[in-house]
């Protein structure tokens, strides 16, 4: 009975999350591996916004096939990708929220780097805060044969 309820988890599992994305996510030049939680992605739906569960190890992006029609049917819609990022520094629990702006071309790359830079690292902020407005910047790399794209240029 064990092994039956193991391989219908492990068959729900892999029928559930049907495609994948190489992504990584890096924070501050550091990959996270389990200082995050409740990965989403939040996809607007004629007016309507969608919030969709997806699964994430580093290295593998794993979404729904509810996701990846819905990605596939508009290939031009941009779609964010939520993370919470959670420290722990100077004896006190920080939470920084990241919403990741994606578009199916970058997730079908053979592989993406998403290098986040938190603005709540002092060095990070005077660096790059010139740029945007939020508590944070995100930088993709991807497609190495072409060069590095979305390099920002760092504040001195």
Request: net charge positive; charged share 30%.
């Amino acid at each position: 009975m064990k092994k039956l309820s193991i391989m219908f988890f492990l068959f729900f599992h892999f029928f559930c999350f049907s495609q994948s994305a190489n992504l990584i996510l890096q924070v501050n030049g550091k990959i996270i591996i389990a200082e995050f939680s409740n990965v989403y992605l939040k996809l607007d739906l004629e007016g309507n916004s969608k919030k969709i569960d997806v699964d994430y190890l580093p290295g593998d992006l794993k979404l729904t096939e509810e996701a990846w029609s819905i990605i596939k049917n508009q290939p031009d819609k941009k779609f964010f990708l939520h993370v919470d990022y959670y420290t722990y520094e100077k004896g006190k629990q920080e939470i920084a929220n990241f919403d990741l702006e994606l578009s199916k071309y970058l997730i079908e790359q053979k592989y993406l780097i998403a290098d986040i830079y938190d603005f709540r690292d002092k060095s990070y902020k005077r660096r790059y805060q010139y740029i945007t407005d939020k508590n944070y910047l995100v930088q993709f790399y991807y497609r190495p044969e072409n060069g590095v794209h979305g390099i920002y240029i760092p504040r001195k």
